[in-house]
């Protein structure tokens, strides 16, 4: 075994050492010259490789030099940011692994020299109808696999790493758990599929071992010519071929559907199969809360905090609530019946602010009242004191008359008898 395979079997994610062995056949090919005439290396192009990579580690040159160099070359050759990220990356974990390690320098002045950007590919947003479109063309494999990744949130590597013995359709709803040997991140989860997903995918599994033979039989005839990888009768995936082969699927069904668009620049295509993953992302949250939407497509932060706050029934049931917005092929009749109740949600909705601005105007009425029967009191209490004064002045009044008429009689009878 070569120090290329030595190096890839380290890594147990397929798509980890895919993208490496990627990175190390394109720095070989900058090294020495392209040596393979497709994208792919046959058998014998590879057994190159492994013998070119056993000479560049024994004859004493300027790794960091090579790899500034390649660096240099990806930006030339305009490759897309992200790629030429993991390019380089997968070089230095190889060097890594063969004893050589840069400075941090050195890696400095490597990534300065990497292209600018993020992800140049200007990629379309797959929607409800766009996935119906699809559907019209696809056979029982693709049908199921797109059903899958639109209702589950998976990556396409984990859903093509699922196993039969992964799977729960006996449930509601059904659900499927994912291996931590499958995950981007080591974190196992569960995930669920919608009823439609669920019926897609036993339809597909009903043929799965008639294309597990025929794929077996081609596949053989592709290892003499092409050195293609030995595939295996006992392959207990639930889709048991790479996403290579799911990509070419796809674009493909793009092209029946007429909805095959290429960026200029990457030629890459717009409508991306890993857009079915943006697609769950973007249509569950207006039901089911976000921390729970991001837990089920694996991001490693809402994982923990979801399961602490959350039992595994109350997901699922956030998941059936939200069912309905991931499923496809809604019949006319309960689109009609969803539109009927949106219409009457608007109209609760308009019931509901005239109700509370009802409320508003009775409390502030009830406020007017009650300072109304505040200043009532008072005022009562204001007159039953000018009442008591009144009472007071007017006994005094009398009793100052009476004593004055007194005084008046008796001077007046004074005079009359002078």
């Known amino acids: 075994m070569g120090r290329i395979q030595e190096f890839l079997d380290l890594y147990g994610n397929k798509q980890s050492a895919r993208t490496y062995r990627a990175a190390i056949l394109s720095f070989l090919d900058f090294v020495y010259g392209k040596q393979r005439k497709g994208l792919r290396a046959t058998k014998e192009e590879f057994q190159r490789y492994e013998e ?82 699809l559907l019209q063309h696809a056979d029982t494999k693709m049908r199921a696999l797109i059903l899958v990744l639109a209702s589950s949130g998976m990556r396409v590597g ?105 960026d200029e620049n990457t030629k890459v295509v717009k409508y991306r199969i890993h857009g079915l993953r943006k697609f769950f992302r973007s249509n569950l949250p207006p039901i089911v809360p976000v921390d729970v939407v991001e837990a089920l497509m694996g991001h490693s932060g809402y994982l923990t905090e979801c399961y602490r706050r959350y039992t595994e029934k109350q997901v699922a049931e956030f998941y059936r609530k939200g069912e309905h917005l991931l499923t496809i092929a809604v019949p006319e009749e309960l689109k009609r019946v969803q539109e009927k109740l949106s219409e009457q949600d608007k109209e609760l909705q308009q019931n509901r602010k005239l109700i509370e601005q009802v409320i508003l105007e009775n409390s502030e009425l009830r406020k007017e009242n009650e300072a109304l029967r505040e200043a009532i009191k008072k005022i009562e209490r204001n007159y039953e004191q000018l009442a008591a004064d009144f009472k007071e002045f007017r006994q005094l009044y009398n009793e100052i008359k009476s004593a004055t008429l007194e005084k008046s009689a008796e001077k007046l009878k004074s005079e009359k008898s002078h």
């Open 52 to 133: 070119l990579a056993e000479q560049y580690f024994t004859e004493g040159r300027d790794y960091f030099q090579d790899l500034m160099g390649f660096t240099v070359h990806l930006h030339e050759s305009k490759t897309p940011p992200l790629t030429a990220k993991q390019r380089l990356i997968g070089v230095r974990q190889w060097f890594i692994e063969n004893d050589i390690e840069l400075t941090q320098k050195q890696l400095k002045r490597l990534r300065l020299r990497l292209p600018k950007g993020k992800a140049q590919t200007d990629e379309l947003t797959i929607t409800h109808e766009v996935i119906r479109k």
């Open 158 to 262: 984990e859903v093509l790493s699922i196993t039969i013995d992964d799977l729960e359709l006996d449930r509601d709803p059904a659900k499927i758990r994912i291996q931590g040997a499958y995950t981007k991140t080591g974190e196992r989860r569960d995930v669920f599929i919608t009823q439609e997903a669920k019926e897609a995918l036993e339809e597909w599994l009903k043929v799965r071992e008639q294309y597990l033979h025929s794929a077996y039989g081609r596949n053989r005839g592709l290892q003499k010519t092409q050195g293609a990888g030995q595939k295996s009768l006992d392959d207990e995936r639930v889709f048991p071929f790479d996403v290579r082969v799911a990509e070419a699927a796809w674009r493909r069904l793009l092209k029946k559907a007429g909805l095959l668009e290429t």
